[in-house]
């Protein structure tokens, strides 16, 4: 069975996402491993809840990833740069809440991406998951979802219905490329 990391920062629901969806049998791998970003985030008790092994960012988190020789890596809702040395090891991707190209690059994460979708009046938005490379956001595309923008959304309605289009995406995306 193919091996997946998961790297999170936040709240871990498009981690929990996988986790489901591993669980569900929807791909054939298992998530061996939740980097987390710091301690007291809830992507960990997540991870204690689906009985994956956690470890806190650090120095060695490079060798720790090694440890497990994973097939997948995936950024999910990750907002510190990985080192280039992780991209060695594995293909890596990650999940956005916008249609890509547009909204993405320095500064463009969580509610700034909403507010700057709401800002330039798009009638559409949506989640981008794309392979990483060294620049922000620049990866290639590996799919996208289309919502709609609807009249009265704040950022807080757009994120909403972005982020459940995310965890549908993501789990997509996951076996697509472990199917290769
Ligand atoms: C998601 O919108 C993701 O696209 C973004 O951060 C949010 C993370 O949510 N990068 P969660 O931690 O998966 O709940």
Redesign the pocket.
């Known amino acids: 069975m193919k091996k997946i990391i998961v790297f999170?920062?936040?709240?871990?629901?498009?981690?929990e996402a996988l986790c489901n969806a591993a669980e569900a049998g929807k791909f054939n791998a298992k998530i061996v491993l939740l980097v987390a970003s710091k301690n007291g985030i809830?992507?960990i008790e997540k991870a204690k809840k689906h009985n994956i092994p956690v470890y806190i960012y650090d120095e060695n988190t490079v060798a720790e990833v090694k440890k497990y020789s994973p097939d997948l890596i995936a950024l999910?809702?990750y907002?510190q740069k990985i080192p280039d040395q992780i991209l060695d090891i594995c293909p890596v991707i990650n999940?956005?809440?916008a249609l890509l190209p547009k909204f993405g690059g320095k500064g463009m994460?969580?509610h700034h991406v909403h507010e700057a979708v709401l800002k330039a009046g798009e009638q559409f938005s949506g989640?981008t998951v794309h392979y990483v490379n060294e620049h922000y956001d620049e990866g290639a595309i590996i799919k996208q979802t289309r919502v709609p923008v609807l009249a009265g959304d704040t950022p807080q309605t757009l994120?909403a219905r972005?982020?459940e289009a995310?965890h549908k995406l993501l789990p997509e995306c996951v076996k697509q490329i472990l199917d290769k």
Not at 8 to 15: C, L, R, Y
């Open positions: 999170a920062s936040g709240g871990g629901s498009n981690f809830g992507a999910a809702g907002l999940i956005h809440p994460y969580g989640p994120a972005v982020l995310e």
